[in-house]
Structure formats: structure tokens, C-alpha cells
């Protein structure tokens, strides 16, 4: 079975610059996650789908961040305009029955 | 709000010896689960252990057993035969189930970055 998949890997951008992030979960995994991880901390929820709708996004900076699940499948996260302080790995989850979820490998973004 | 401490920043251990690591939680609530994460430097985050709260039974998976003390609200993680691959960060996480099981929120600590020497 393949894992969650996330790309890129890595990226630099300069604040106020714009950037996405995409995610394909396991296939039939229901709820999807974006989490932030700054680095020294634990990875802190940002939104949670079930299928296409949102279940939770109240830690999402709503005024740069934006989040889409279209089809209930793929997702995007996008920042616009970047912070320094949006430095961090962004790791995208899912779950098929909700108490177990698999993670992807990340994204690793700087902001200089 | 529930909050997930773990007061270890770093830990080392000799090969084939045992370590354990602390983590203490504070919520109201009396059905929950309770995780260790592990985080090698690939960042992939995978899944070591898993305890639900109504379970008296500690969980155990291989070398990897827990300590779960629900009135001290305490759940360490012993790590027995300590590898080299066992390097890593280890986040201890708490879940609340939602309404209707669609709201699973993870809430992580700060983690334990732990080094198994040769």
C-alpha cells in the first residue's frame, strides 16, 4: 500500500512570496490533516477534511493560509504572503477510522 | 485544552541497553488515546504505540512497551534492546475522540530526541 506522498520536499521562497503544497493520502483514507512543525516543537494541527469539508481549522491563520481538499482526494495547502515565522516542515496526514494516522514526509520550507 | 508535557529534551543509551522515556498529560476527559510518535532525521513520522484510556492492560509492541498511570495522567514509553535505528525524536501525543468519530485531533508534545550510542 502506498503512503501518504507530499511534494516538494523542500523549499525556499522570500517573504511575501507566495507558496503550495500538495498531498495525495493513502487511498480511501476519509480525513486528511496538514500540521505545522516548527522546529525544537511537536507538530501542531493547522486543518482537518473529511472528505471535502473542513472539520477543523481553527489554527489556521486564515488571513495568509488557505487549504482545498477538491474531490475529497488530493490537497493543497498554499501560504500567501509568507513570513519568516512560516519556517517549518509542513507534514500532511490521513486516517481511515480516525484514532490512527499516517504521515507523509513533509515539506521542509525556509522563508529568508 | 488539553496539554502533552515531556520534560526530557534529550536522552542517550548504549546499544542493547534500556531507556525510558516520560511523558505526562493533563486532561479532563476520561476516554481518550494516547501515542508515541517516532521521527527519524527522514522526518517521516511512524506510529510506535498506541493506548486507549479505558484499557488497564499496558500495550506492548515488540521491544517497545508503555507505563500508563491514568490517575497520575502519566505514559512513558520503555524501549527494551535499544538499536541503532531507534535514533530519533519520540513524540508522545494525545487524542480526544470527536462526535460521531470524524474529529480525531492529535495533540503533540515537545518530543525527546534520543540517541542509542554503539
Known amino acids: 500500500e502506498a503512503g501518504v506522498a507530499q511534494s516538494p520536499r523542500y523549499k525556499i521562497i522570500e517573504k511575501r512570496q507566495s507558496v503550495a503544497f500538495w498531498c495525495n493520502p493513502i487511498?480511501?483514507?476519509?480525513?486528511l490533516y496538514w500540521y505545522q512543525q516548527i522546529l525544537g516543537q511537536g507538530p501542531k494541527l493547522l486543518i482537518q477534511?473529511?472528505?471535502?469539508?473542513?472539520?477543523?481549522d481553527s489554527q489556521l491563520p486564515k488571513d495568509r493560509f488557505s487549504a482545498e481538499r477538491l474531490k475529497g482526494v488530493d490537497s493543497t495547502l498554499k501560504i500567501q504572503p509568507a513570513k519568516l515565522e512560516d519556517s517549518a516542515v509542513y507534514l500532511c496526514?490521513?486516517?481511515?477510522?480516525?484514532?490512527?494516522?499516517?504521515f507523509g514526509p513533509g515539506t521542509r520550507l525556509t522563508v529568508t | 485544552a488539553q496539554t502533552v508535557t515531556q520534560s526530557q529534551p534529550e536522552m542517550s543509551v548504549q546499544e542493547a541497553e534500556t531507556v525510558t522515556l516520560s511523558c505526562t498529560y493533563d486532561?479532563?476527559?476520561?476516554?481518550?488515546?494516547l501515542f508515541w510518535y517516532k521521527q527519524p532525521p527522514s522526518r517521516q513520522m511512524i506510529l510506535v504505540i498506541r493506548?486507549?484510556?479505558?484499557?488497564?492492560q499496558n500495550a506492548t509492541e515488540n521491544r517497545f512497551s508503555v507505563n500508563f498511570q491514568k490517575a497520575a495522567k502519566s505514559f512513558s514509553l520503555k524501549i527494551s534492546d535499544s538499536q541503532l535505528g531507534d535514533t530519533a525524536m519520540y513524540f508522545c501525543?494525545?487524542?480526544?475522540?470527536?462526535?460521531?468519530?470524524?474529529?480525531?485531533?492529535?495533540?503533540f508534545g515537545k518530543g525527546t530526541l534520543l540517541t542509542v550510542n554503539p
Open positions: 501525543a494525545f487524542m480526544k475522540p470527536g462526535s460521531g468519530g470524524s474529529n480525531y485531533k492529535l495533540t
Open positions: 477534511f473529511q472528505n471535502n469539508g473542513v472539520v477543523d
Open positions: 493506548q486507549e484510556a479505558y484499557k488497564q
Open positions: 496526514a490521513s486516517s481511515w477510522q480516525g484514532y490512527e494516522q499516517y
Open positions: 487511498s480511501g483514507h476519509a480525513t
Open positions: 486532561t479532563s476527559e476520561s476516554n481518550y488515546y
